[in-house]
């Protein structure tokens, strides 16, 4: 957790508070709320970074070109809304592959469209039709990335990008 993501949650948690105390239980579980789905972004877009990055150590040990980069904290537009969040960049030589995720923070950056909890970009420098957007939506059990087409994106999907990329 960033440090800004820190200071958010504490500011969230004194505002649970003091909604609370003051007979504003309406507005305590409106931040209640906040809280949990800011928790569930945090892990889902930890969760689709992590696995963009442990497949590209796993591809760096036999290609010694292959190099890693992580910015944080990052923002990138989606639409008119601005989303916040982290950038995982792999480079081959000219070669590109990128894994953009994060979410709308405030009001300023915007809104989540399509009841999104948060949002991804996976592309390809050079082949941009091979890229994708992602969706982090509520599931039945657990929350899932989803494509536009509703597919259900996982760790062998984000492998499939791999093999694009270091195959080209």
């Known amino acids: 957790m960033t440090e800004l ?5 504490q500011m969230l948690d ?6 609370g105390g003051s007979g504003r239980d309406h507005v305590a579980e409106y931040l209640r709320l906040r809280a949990s789905n800011d928790a ?6 930890g969760w689709l970074l992590d696995t963009f990055i442990e497949i590209a150590i796993d591809l760096q040990r036999d290609n010694h070109r292959l190099t ?3 910015e944080e904290p990052y923002s990138f537009a989606r639409g008119s809304s601005n989303m916040v969040g ?5 480079h081959n030589g000219v070669r590109r592959l990128t894994a953009e995720a994060g979410w709308a923070r405030t009001p300023s950056d915007g809104i989540m469209l399509k009841g999104s909890l948060a949002f991804s970009r ?6 941009p039709k091979a890229g ?3 969706r982090l939506v509520h599931a039945l059990e657990l929350p899932q990335w989803i494509t536009d087409q509703d597919n259900v994106i996982d760790s062998s999907e984000i492998s499939r990008h791999f093999d694009l990329f270091i195959g080209s």
């Open 5 to 9: 993501d820190q200071v958010w949650s």
């Open 14 to 19: 004194d505002a649970t508070a003091k909604a």
């Open 40 to 45: 569930i972004r945090r892990i889902g877009v």
């Open 68 to 70: 890693i980069e992580r």
């Open 86 to 90: 982290s950038l995982v960049t792999a």
């Open 122 to 127: 996976i592309s390809h420098f050079g082949i």
């Open 132 to 134: 994708v957007e992602l």
